[in-house]
């Protein structure tokens, strides 16, 4: 017997919910989109969200360490 009820269609998606953009590569530190990508992304067609996936191992170096927030500057500046 076959259960259709269940199959769904569903959008691919490289959310990992760690949704932090960061500050300057103005890119997700979690799925690596950009903010217009994540907006768009349920209304792009299947090879727009294709292309953007075969992107996204390309993106982790946009992502530079981060020197310690502000507490680290604020160390920085009172030397």
């Known amino acids: 017997m076959k259960d259709d ?3 769904r269609d569903e959008i ?10 960061h500050p300057e590569a103005r890119i997700c530190a979690g799925c690596l989109r950009s903010i217009d ?17 075969a ?3 390309n993106r982790r170096g946009h992502l530079k360490k ?9 160390g920085r500046e009172a030397t």
């Open 66 to 74: 981060r020197r310690g927030g502000r507490a680290a500057r604020l």
């Open 37 to 53: 990508e994540i907006t768009r992304w349920s209304k792009m067609t299947q090879q727009e969200r294709a292309r953007i996936m």
């Open 12 to 21: 691919e998606s490289p959310c990992v919910k760690l949704c932090v953009v």
């Open 5 to 7: 009820v269940w199959q």
């Open 55 to 57: 992107e996204l191992p």
